[in-house]
T-cell receptor
């Protein structure tokens, strides 16, 4: 059973470009979470999605950031018009559809560098 | 609102010595508590989880943690450190168990093992 898959592992963008980060949850998992890790910081929750629904986006910046988890295909975190402050590691986690009490399993992350 | 405080951004111990990583939390409801480990350039791996079944929780790789409600603490210990334990350790809290909301993480403790 493959784990949570994130790609690309490393992404370099120039200021003003768009960044698209992909996350394929573990097989059978229908809950996806995105976190951002800044240097020397812990992970900060961004958004929680279930298939085709955003459940909690309280940690998402109000502008330029969006996330989706379509019925088919991976979850996508999109950052438009990137700025240097967006440079960070972005982690995706997934959990089974039962909800409460379940463990979140993390991917290896995408490291975004904005030049 | 929930929060996590990890005392000591860096902890250094000798190989074979006791490992103690401190975590204090605040939560408005009985919490679910987690310890994750992150090796360089990798995602987070769950070490152990507290779900109120027992105050002393045993995890993988010889780690364990004790939940102390009166002290709002969930410190991580290992009797004898091994070189392979060198990594970043994160304490996290959830009010729903981790499967239905985002986790709140501490800033992490970098564990250094001296030969």
């Amino acid at each position: 059973n493959a784990g949570v898959m994130q790609n690309p592992r490393h992404l370099v963008r120039r200021r003003g470009q768009e960044a698209r980060l992909r996350c394929s949850p573990m097989k059978g998992h229908s809950h996806v979470y995105w976190y951002r890790q800044l240097p020397e910081e812990g992970l900060k929750f961004m958004v929680y999605l279930q298939k085709e629904n955003i459940i909690d986006e309280s940690g998402m910046p109000k502008e330029r950031f969006s996330a989706e988890f379509p019925k088919e295909g991976p979850s996508i975190l999109r950052i438009q018009q990137v700025v240097r402050g967006d440079s960070a590691a972005y982690f995706c986690a997934s959990s089974p559809p039962r909800g409460n009490g379940d463990i979140q399993y993390f991917g290896a992350g995408t490291r975004l560098s904005v030049l | 609102a929930q929060s996590v405080t990890q005392l000591g951004s860096h902890v250094s111990v000798s190989e074979g010595a006791l490992v103690l990583l401190r975590c204090n939390y605040s939560s408005s409801v009985p919490p679910y508590l987690f310890w994750y480990v992150q090796y360089p350039n990798q995602g987070l791996q769950l070490l152990l989880k507290y779900t109120s079944a027992a105050t002393l929780v045993k995890g993988i790789n010889g780690f364990e943690a004790e939940f102390k409600k009166s002290e709002t603490s969930f410190h991580l210990t290992k009797p004898s450190a091994h070189m392979s334990d060198a990594a970043e350790y994160f304490c996290a809290v959830s009010e729903s168990g981790g499967g239905a909301d985002g986790l709140t993480f501490g800033k992490g403790t970098h564990l250094i093992i001296q030969p």
